[in-house]
């Protein structure tokens, strides 16, 4: 988990008020949200290979996943492509401003139509050169007549569902997904963080020997700054953190120290944007971390086996960068998280998957952890049921 600051940024908070003066409290009283009770899971949720094609099945190809944001594709006839859960993922938006999403894999022999992002009438696939506009119809095939057997419209790209929600990208694997259905409990949460203008500007990306789940957990909790982040993090934030569940998916946040003067001002002379870091966590596993100053997203999916998993960090401004030197700063910010997770989050989730392999019989929560709590009871409910 990180957060980062930056001098060349500023504005107005995102954030709720209501969150800034429940963390204000936190820090008056020196205490945080809890859950009611600790609680444990075994240690094979980490290393069961049956749990770990269930979880990919059931939450990964026929779950709705946050991909990225809608400033990605800032007008018409542009593109991004995505890794989702090990899928290629081709998302568009028209001449007339309308989103799609489609199965990056070309509809003659399974190559990708396109790579990276950018603006585009037409996207060809490197093989055999077909081509499909950019609603995925197919507009160009050599040598046409060797496939006059089969319907030309049924040749169009692989059409995925996808969605807008509060300008981030929701995207399906499969047709049984409905995007807004599965975020329609926190959606209106999300109004007022300006997603449809946030532009990418670094990204990551690692293959870790830890379960997908381990990795996720770094992004949950506080308790572990003081001691894994003693130098990084630690002189940055405290742990006054609160925390609030939206069906399946929740939130918590908390202050930097800087917020502590927040404390003895009167509200209307509060800092502003609020000195504090929120984090979204979406189900199944996409992290979104939101500072003053920049969002940083984590995207986390299952690898081959239980004990691998692959995580994607995305940067990015808040809104168009405007120079050279806030694009700089803001890249700065993507390198430093991935500095902090690379070298510390990361190398101690794979020891904890290696704990758990090596025959822990269980992991403990205990009640200063609630948002690992909540979502380690979602992932076994949503089994379940």
């Known amino acids: 988990m990180s957060v980062v600051a930056d001098p060349h940024v500023s504005g107005a908070t995102r954030f709720p008020r209501d969150l800034t003066r429940r963390i204000v409290q936190r820090m008056a009283e020196n205490s945080l949200d809890t859950a009611p009770h ?16 269930r979880e990919r099945e059931l939450f990964f190809r026929h779950g709705a996943h946050v991909v990225g944001w809608e400033g990605e594709l800032v ?48 996207l060809t696939c490197p093989y055999h050169a077909w081509s499909f506009d950019i ?15 089969i319907d030309r419209a ?12 509060a300008g981030l990208l929701v995207v399906g694997l499969s047709d049984d997904v409905d995007p807004v259905g599965a975020y329609a409990d926190i959606a ?17 990306s690692w293959t870790l020997q830890a379960n ?29 953190a609160v925390h609030d569940t939206f069906g399946r998916h929740a939130r918590w946040a908390f ?38 100053v920049s969002c940083q997203m984590f995207r986390i999916y299952p690898g081959r086996h ?51 392999e090596a025959g822990l019989n269980r992991f403990v929560f205990g009640k200063i952890e609630p948002m690992l709590q909540h979502w380690h009871a979602t992932w076994r409910s949503a089994l379940e049921s």
């Open 306 to 356: 239980a004990g691998e998993c692959t995580v994607e960090l995305t940067e990015a401004s808040l809104r168009p960068v405007q120079s050279d030197e806030e694009r700089e700063a803001r890249k700065r910010g993507g390198d430093f998280a991935a500095l902090i997770v690379g070298t510390e989050d990361f190398p101690v989730a794979e020891q904890c998957q290696r704990g758990a």
């Open 38 to 53: 600790a609680m444990a899971e075994p240690a094979s949720i980490f290393t069961d290979p049956v749990q770990f094609e």
């Open 135 to 149: 609603g995925g119809e197919l507009v160009g095939q050599p040598e046409a007549w060797g496939f006059d057997e």
């Open 255 to 292: 202050p930097t120290r800087a917020a502590a003067v927040m404390v003895d001002l009167p509200e209307a002379e509060w800092p502003e944007p609020a000195l504090v870091t929120v984090v979204h966590t979406f189900f199944p596993s996409c992290v979104l971390l939101e500072t003053p």
């Open 212 to 240: 997908w789940k381990i990795a996720f957990d770094v992004n949950l909790e506080a308790y572990h700054i003081a001691s894994l982040h003693r130098e990084t993090l630690n002189p940055l934030v405290m742990n006054n």
């Open 154 to 165: 049924t040749l169009k790209l692989q059409q995925l569902p996808i969605a807008s929600i």
């Open 75 to 122: 007008g018409p006839n542009t593109f991004v492509t995505k890794d989702v859960a090990g899928v290629p993922v081709l998302i568009t938006r028209d001449g007339d401003g309308q989103l799609r999403a489609f199965l990056n894999a070309c509809t003659h022999r399974g190559a990708q139509v396109a790579t990276g992002c950018g603006e585009a009438r037409r």
């Open 188 to 204: 209106e949460h999300l109004e007022g963080y300006g997603y449809a203008t946030h532009e990418v500007v670094a990204s990551h």
